[in-house]
């Protein structure tokens, strides 16, 4: 048996390079995708996939056949700890928390705010094509919003960390009605074993010697160098930051390049990231390309089609693979013949 696919905010068709590695045989594989970059990914990878567009404007007609697998990753800027925050409402902040109220003010032509609205075009076409399966990932949120999705599928979300299958840092929460999913084996891979040679002046500073994971971020800090977050008196300053809690496994691939950063330099925080610190130039590289696909578990390679800064831009959007591949292994496991 084959499987129809229809994979929502498919980006780089992580879903299809899952099935892949699960074993699973692909009979079509439909996706739902805007990102230019990341549909020149998907497509020099499967040029066989069809290639619908937005999703607010897919319909149940255009299928010839019935869909086996639904699969979603929906925007997650509104439900994210590191983003709004507000969830799925209007601009008018509206709580938008059951399909017939958000298909109603749909038809009303109202303006929503960012997009983790379009969870609710998820649930609107799991409504209308049936498929015998679903799978949606997203953010560790408010219980407030992670409460709403689970009434709303009827499954609670089961949360895994990528860092079990990868050296990424990564929980991310997935409801599914694929039965029985446990989680994964720890794979023990650490950020040393996926890093490309390290481009410091140091010479100590060789693949994975006295190299660790940072990220930059804007803080206020007085004149004793301690945080003063609510003082707007203060100018914001990038400092480089090395936490004790992770040196083994990168942070959260993100859209944002600074967010992840490899530097020979210690625990401790870093004033002034891009000038100097005690008349010293700080010494931190970005993750490469190929750092970043083995960070989320795709092949080497995958990613070629566009250039690399768009590249790592989808990347941080993307699927760890090997999760993914894990959750569909037990649908073989269930007893189904795919």
């Given at each position: 048996?084959?499987?129809?696919?229809?994979?929502?905010f498919d980006g780089i068709s992580c879903g299809r390079l899952a099935l892949e590695r699960a074993g699973i045989s692909v009979e079509k594989y439909y996706?739902?995708?805007?990102?230019?970059?990341?549909?020149k990914i998907s497509q020099s990878n499967y040029p066989d996939i069809i290639q619908l567009g937005d999703v607010r404007n897919i319909e149940p007609h255009q299928f010839d056949e019935p869909i086996d697998l639904l699969l979603s990753g929906s925007p997650c800027t509104n439900f994210s700890f590191s983003g709004k925050r507000n969830g799925m409402v209007t601009e008018e902040n509206v709580v938008v928390d059951t399909l017939?109220?958000?298909?109603?003010?749909?038809?009303?032509?109202?303006?929503f705010s960012g997009q983790s609205y379009l969870f609710w075009e998820f649930v609107r076409l799991l409504h209308e094509l049936k498929p015998r399966y679903f799978l949606m990932e997203n953010v560790v949120m408010q219980k407030?919003?992670?409460?709403?999705?689970?009434?709303?599928?009827?499954?609670?979300?089961?949360?895994?960390?990528?860092?079990?299958v990868s050296a990424q840092n990564r929980e991310r929460l997935y409801w599914t009605n694929i039965p029985g999913i446990t989680q994964p084996e720890d794979k023990n891979i650490s950020l040393v074993d996926i890093l490309e040679d390290a481009t410091f002046t140091s010479p100590a500073a060789i693949r994975g010697r006295n190299i660790y994971p940072g990220t930059i971020v804007g803080r206020r800090l007085d004149e004793n160098g301690s945080r003063k977050?609510?003082?707007?008196?203060?100018?914001?300053?990038?400092?480089?930051?090395?936490?004790?809690?992770?040196?083994?496994?990168?942070?959260?691939?993100?859209?944002?390049?600074?967010?992840?950063?490899?530097?020979?330099?210690?625990?401790?925080?870093?004033?002034?990231?891009?000038?100097?610190?005690?008349?010293?130039?700080?010494?931190?590289?970005?993750?490469?390309?190929?750092e970043y696909e083995r960070l989320q578990t795709v092949p080497d390679g995958y990613t070629d089609a566009v250039p690399e800064s768009a590249a790592k831009k989808a990347l941080g959007n993307a699927w760890t693979v090997d999760v993914i591949a894990h959750i569909f292994s037990f649908l073989q496991k269930g007893g189904e013949h795919l």
């Open positions: 048996m084959f499987l129809v696919v229809l994979s929502l996706a739902s995708e805007i990102e230019n970059n990341a549909i017939e109220q958000y298909l109603k003010l749909k038809s009303e032509g109202v303006v407030k919003w992670e409460n709403t999705i689970t009434k709303t599928l009827g499954v609670t979300p089961i949360k895994i960390n990528s860092a079990l977050d609510d003082d707007h008196r203060i100018p914001i300053i990038q400092c480089l930051e090395v936490r004790k809690t992770n040196t083994t496994k990168s942070n959260c691939l993100t859209t944002v390049e600074k967010d992840n950063v490899l530097t020979p330099l210690p625990v401790g925080r870093y004033p002034d990231a891009f000038g100097k610190y005690n008349g010293t130039p700080l010494q931190f590289r970005y993750y490469t390309r190929r």
